[in-house]
């Protein structure tokens, strides 16, 4: 079965830095797109970035420039490196992919950006 389990998070203040992880099993990682979500309280879930099996990025307006996500086929993982962090970056950050036209998802991983 499919399995994304995320790493990496914790409490940060305003300005630092967090990289998280994700690694997946249960898929053929080097052909899926991968992606990273956050949800904060009382708020939708969103996409914060993700990747496609050639490389390509697409990243959410609020994160271009600080977050940078990356993938590594030989380990089956991909990373979210997050720069200049905010207050208002604390969600819950999950992992992402999809087979067979299901979404996947990890259990999520707190990232708490102080002020």
């Known amino acids: 079965q499919v399995q994304l389990v995320e790493s990496g998070g914790g409490l940060v203040q305003a300005g630092g830095a967090l990289r998280l992880s994700c690694a997946a099993s249960?898929?053929?990682?080097?052909?899926?797109?991968m992606g990273w979500f956050r949800q904060a309280p009382g708020k939708q879930r969103e996409l914060v970035a993700s990747?496609?099996?050639?490389?390509?990025?697409n990243y959410a307006d609020s994160v271009k420039a600080r977050f940078t996500i990356s993938r590594d086929n030989a380990k089956n993982t991909v990373s979210l490196q997050m720069n200049s962090l905010k207050p208002e970056d604390t969600a819950v950050y999950y992992c992402?992919?999809?087979?067979?036209?299901?979404?996947?998802w990890g259990q999520g991983t707190q990232v708490t950006v102080s002020s």
């Open positions: 992402s992919t999809n087979k067979y036209g299901l979404a996947y």
């Open positions: 249960g898929i053929i990682f080097s052909i899926s797109t």
């Open positions: 990747i496609t099996r050639g490389g390509s990025t």
